[in-house]
């Protein structure tokens, strides 16, 4: 027996998968929640990310498959920035440097750094930039470029001590295997980096500030591999700590949102993975290069090799969600807690003619990733009135994630870029059947929703399967180990006026 283990960093917590690589079984698994959690400003502890790297590869190995173990692959949220000093160092451990918020990690929803993002905006379309092609003619502060020139402000002292500049799975894929390898996904996406194009031009680099280029290169160095690449060996000394052989490979570290695609399958041109947790993240694959304005990435290889992936998603969806449903207290959760039921599912029951909904909301609680990219938009609701019920405004906030998907996927029709299948993943999906069939309902098409607990995580394992040698691709990965149970939602025919209404409702507001 062959088997590989995919372990996922999310927001909140992180999840673990020992598979079989010639059935798919998943053989064991674990969550773990992190301690600390995350604060409101997007700064994130180090040591969670630490501790659970250890207890999920100790949880997923008992003793009688730790001999199996071939590969390992971790994918993390993105852009989640850990910066390291020349010894391999986090700096939040440093203890002259730990208790200086520019040390910290910062997650993906960490937004201080929009200033910077605009600086750097304005200077690129003044240049002529050619990397904003591929970034749909946006920047984001989620990404690497405004987080390094806000810290360069606002601490030199952290950034005179920062000798790489770290994703977070580029991160724990340097404490496996002790090599710093830069992920594609990550450089591509959230680094203005291509392979085509390499980096930004000197000439706008050093006009953010002077000698800026050559310090971005620096901290942004290092060889960039693909999807499924072998980035090296499981270190010796966490060999002889969890018990595993010394050949075991560990791929290259992935995004998050991009791991799921694998073992749903979506693979081929024409396909599209939706992922959907406390935000949500939208891949599409393409055989030719298409320029989409609004849409924050498109890169050769960056999801699936020999293919263009389409990058795209929503800063705020289960994140939106928990907000309403602690905001709205009451008789929900006391209802929901004698039940021994989520709110959520005490919201969605009161729910009887969605097609009706005069509530719309806009979903933009945590800014805008795509069309437009701009996060310091914020949400919006419209249509209340004293009669209003906490179900309506809940299901507006539903058909708000569902619109979003769908200007996304309306702004790639615009260029060429078209949609065969659409899949989904993630915690939410299983959870929340109303969500998905809206999705279906206001997309117009049929959504496979995957019966899988841990498609991110699955999906890193199909990856590691490849970094180890097994395949020789994610789609022969797939055959072998990928989700084969679908739930079919297929959109409302009955109501296709009224959902189409809908639709054009909320897209006017986002106007």
């Not at 390291?84 to 700096?91: E, F, K, M, S, Y």
């Not at 970034?135 to 987080?147: D, L, Q, R, V, Y």
């Not at 906030?397 to 619109?403: D, F, G, R, S």
Request: glycine share 12%; charged share 20%.
């Amino acid at each position: 027996m062959k088997t590989v283990i995919g372990l996922d960093y999310g927001t909140q917590a992180a999840r673990g998968v020992l598979v079989d690589a010639e059935s798919g079984q998943v053989l064991a698994s674990h969550s773990f929640r992190y301690p600390h959690g995350n604060t409101v400003e997007g700064l994130a502890c180090l040591e969670d990310y630490e501790q659970a790297l250890g207890e999920l590869l100790f949880a997923v190995t008992p003793p009688e498959y730790r001999k199996t173990v071939e590969g390992i692959c971790v994918d993390a949220t993105s852009l989640t920035l850990v910066c390291v000093d020349q010894d391999g160092r986090a700096l939040s451990r440093l203890p002259e440097l730990s208790d200086r918020p520019h040390a910290q990690v910062k997650l993906w929803k960490y937004h201080q750094a929009e200033p910077y993002a605009r600086e750097a905006l304005s200077l690129a379309r003044k240049l002529g930039e050619p990397f904003l092609e591929r970034t749909g003619g946006s920047i984001s502060s989620e990404w690497t470029m405004p987080k390094l020139l806000e810290i360069r402000d606002g601490d030199p002292l952290c950034y005179e001590r920062m000798d790489y500049a770290l994703d977070l799975c580029e991160y724990l894929t340097f404490r496996l295997t002790g090599r710093v390898v830069r992920s594609m996904g990550s450089m591509c996406y959230k680094g203005l980096w291509s392979q085509e194009l390499g980096f930004p031009s000197g000439g706008f680099l050093n006009g953010l500030r002077p000698g800026f280029s050559g310090e971005y290169r620096r901290r942004l160095r290092g060889p960039v591999l693909r999807p499924g690449e072998r980035a090296g060996n499981l270190k010796p000394e966490l060999c002889y700590r969890f018990g595993l052989k010394e050949s075991v490979a560990v791929a290259t570290g992935l995004l998050d949102g991009h791991t799921a695609l694998a073992a749903l399958g979506a693979v081929k041109p024409g396909d599209a993975a939706l992922v959907v947790g406390t935000s949500n993240v939208l891949t599409i694959q393409s055989s030719a290069l298409h320029r989409v304005e609004g849409i924050c990435g498109v890169a050769l290889d960056g999801q699936v090799p020999g293919l263009y992936g389409i990058d795209a998603g929503q800063s705020g969806t289960g994140d939106m969600l928990e907000w309403f449903v602690r905001l709205l207290g009451g008789r929900v959760q006391e209802e929901a807690g004698q039940r021994g039921i989520s709110s959520h599912q005490v919201l969605t029951e009161q729910i009887r003619r969605p097609w009706e909904n005069p509530v719309t909301a806009v979903d933009w609680w945590n800014g805008s990733r795509n069309v437009p990219c701009d996060l310091g938009l914020r949400g919006i609701l419209a249509g209340l009135s004293l009669d209003t019920g906490p179900e309506e405004i809940y299901l507006a906030l539903l058909q708000a994630m569902a619109c979003g998907t769908r200007e996304i996927l309306e702004a790639c029709k615009k260029q060429g870029v078209v949609v065969k299948r659409m899949f989904a993943a993630g915690g939410i999906t299983g959870k929340n059947p109303l969500l998905m069939q809206e999705y279906a309902n206001l997309l117009n098409g049929l959504v496979l929703v995957g019966k899988v607990e841990e498609g991110p995580a699955l999906g890193s394992a199909l990856f590691a399967a490849v970094a180890a040698g097994i395949y020789g691709t994610a789609a022969e990965a797939y055959g072998h180990m990928g989700v084969r149970e679908f739930v079919r939602y297929e959109p409302d025919p009955e109501h296709r006026e009224a959902y189409e209404a809908l639709y054009w409702r909320n897209h006017r507001l986002r106007r």
